[in-house]
């Protein structure tokens, strides 16, 4: 058993890691470095609640006196700036260094902010950090004009949250259609009729050439097409992600998007683990590798590997899962939707209530689904199981999912 554990990233999946290597019976000492000056939080209210107003934007993964209770170091402020793996030691910032016997990384990411004329300006913002959303909500004035470049989920959510605090928005998606990474065309028509439906101007297929700013420091956003936008009081930009994979390839370890990991969490180097939002994991479900930006993730592979490096047998093998709130709608999706397979549309899209499902054959592959939680779970149970359905059943809302499934299967 490892004496000294020391865990680099102290967001969701770092804070996860640190408990669940302390319940799983580990003894020795537990330090937990952060760069952020906060306990560890969850960053999903940023552009939601706290995002809307009326409850606070801070979420603290655990109260601070869970990490004394557990004899965790957390030790907020602590850059680390290199892992010298011979010597088995981090170095931060400020020229401490922690030696370990078992790393784990839990860097997560970083909003990726693309260069164009203008991204610099002030007014001109991303979302990752509770910093972030301090100061985009400040900017969110009744009567103004917010622009989000990226039809993505922070984008969608940062435009209804924009929309709650009474303002007017534009949302611009280079892609035909909105978050058309993770969802099939059926989902993003209705996410784009919704918020058009709101009053959110949202163009498709449509980029961002500059941004100037105004004789009142407003901002004007200028197309690729050459037509100007109403000027601005914020552009928020939710295009994606940056995984904060340096500090592993600078160490030499497997890096491909993320930092490549076994089903345990462990890298290229057997003494370091990788969890997260940074993490490329292998899936049994997947041919590929996956990179999984998600709350259940965070947490889920953070408890897995916080055990792995414990010394507990462990095989992470979750299905995806991931949320989103706009408007009155609770978003929820499960799997992977796959170009191309059979759709099934189960309740009525027009009362905001129904569920996606895609399949192959006679198996759910994945589901989306709006204000149907229920309907997910038991889907996510559904898929777990590996049961076949009756497909026809899956479209009537009045036969209860478990009794769409075909007995034995
Ligand atoms: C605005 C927003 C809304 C979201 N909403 C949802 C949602 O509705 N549903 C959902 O499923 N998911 C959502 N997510 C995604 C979810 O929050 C992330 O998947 C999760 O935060 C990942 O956790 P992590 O700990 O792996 O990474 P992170 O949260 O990125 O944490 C990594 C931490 O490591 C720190 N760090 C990085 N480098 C260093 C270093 N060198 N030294 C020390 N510390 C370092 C970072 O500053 C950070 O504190 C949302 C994310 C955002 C930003």
Redesign the pocket.
Known sequence: MSTSIVI???????AWIARSVREAGFDGNITL????PHL?Y???P???AGMIGGESAFAPVFERDEYEKLNISFEPG????AIQRHERQVVCADGSQYLYDRLAI????RARRPAFPGSDMPGVMT???LED?TAISERLTEGGHALVIGGG??GL?MAAAARQRGMSVTVLEAADRLCARSLPAFMSDYLLSAHVKEGVDVRTKTSLERIDAADDGRLIATLTNGDQLEPADLVVIGVGLIP?VE?ALEAGLHVNDGIVVDETGATSDPAIFA????ASIPFSWRENRLRL??????QNH?IAVGRAIAGESVKYDDLPW????QYDMNIQMVGLFVPGLQEIVRGDPATRRFTLFQVDGSRIVAAASVNAARDLKRTRQIIKDGKTVNVPALADSTVPLERACIADS
């Open positions: 680099v990233g102290a967001g969701q999946t770092g470095l952060g760069d952020e560890p969850e960053r999903p940023l552009s939601k602590k850059r680390v700036v839990a860097t997560g990411g979302l990752r950090t959303a989920w922070i959510e904060n500090l969890a997260g939002d940074v930006e998600s709350w259940a993730n965070a953070g991931f949320w989103s709130d």
